[in-house]
């Protein structure tokens, strides 16, 4: 009974190391945009062979909003390999999404490295895009101003005063519209240009 007690209590205590080493590796700061992009080339650099960077385009004010993928064949679409698509800081003053996906992509890359058994066979097996920033315009607004003045709106939306988590097409009514007058229900056309509008991926 005795032994059992111990080998219960040294169980807790190398569980607790494993966790303070973990958290000790994480980087805990706010990334400016310069910063952000940083982080995102960091990683890249150190895992070149299972990340690509692209972008999808730039914000109002010119930054562009970078994209990091994870796969075994980056850039390459694999014919029903699973994608996954993370978006973060649509409201430029909600900053936890952001830095959680950089935490993401920093383990994914760390874990991979360490020939970790799970993290290497959901790279393998699947196509994983971060996008840490739809609103890096909003989120540096909401950072010049700092927490402490703050406002609960200040920089929430982008700089042309646009909620973007409320912005998405409302495919619904095309649908509806389009079966009750002949049309196509099952895309939006898009663009003929809609490749230079988002630059090279």
Request: charge should be negative.
């Amino acid at each position: 009974m005795k032994a059992e007690r111990m080998a219960k209590a040294l169980w807790s205590l190398v569980n607790v190391l494993i966790l303070a080493e973990a958290a000790l590796s994480v980087n805990f700061f706010h990334h400016r945009y310069e910063d952000l992009v940083q982080a995102l080339y960091s990683v890249h650099n150190e895992c070149p062979q299972i990340t690509r960077i692209y972008n999808i385009g730039q914000s109002t004010q010119g930054r562009l909003l970078y994209v990091l993928e994870f796969s075994d064949n980056p850039g390459i679409h694999e014919l029903l390999e699973p994608e996954f698509k993370y978006v973060g800081n649509m409201h430029g003053n909600e900053v936890l999404g952001r830095e959680l996906l950089i935490q993401l992509a920093e383990f994914l890359c760390e874990e991979y490295r360490r020939r970790n058994e799970r993290i290497t066979t959901l790279i393998h097996n699947t196509r994983i895009h971060i996008l840490p920033s739809m609103n890096p315009d909003g989120y540096e607004v909401a950072a010049e101003q700092g927490p402490d003045s703050n406002g609960y709106l200040t920089g929430r939306n982008n700089i042309n005063d646009v909620d973007l988590n409320r912005n998405f097409p409302d495919l619904n009514i095309l649908m509806y519209y389009n079966e009750k007058h002949g049309g196509s229900n099952h895309h939006m056309p898009l663009p003929d240009n809609w490749r230079h509008q988002i630059g090279r991926a």
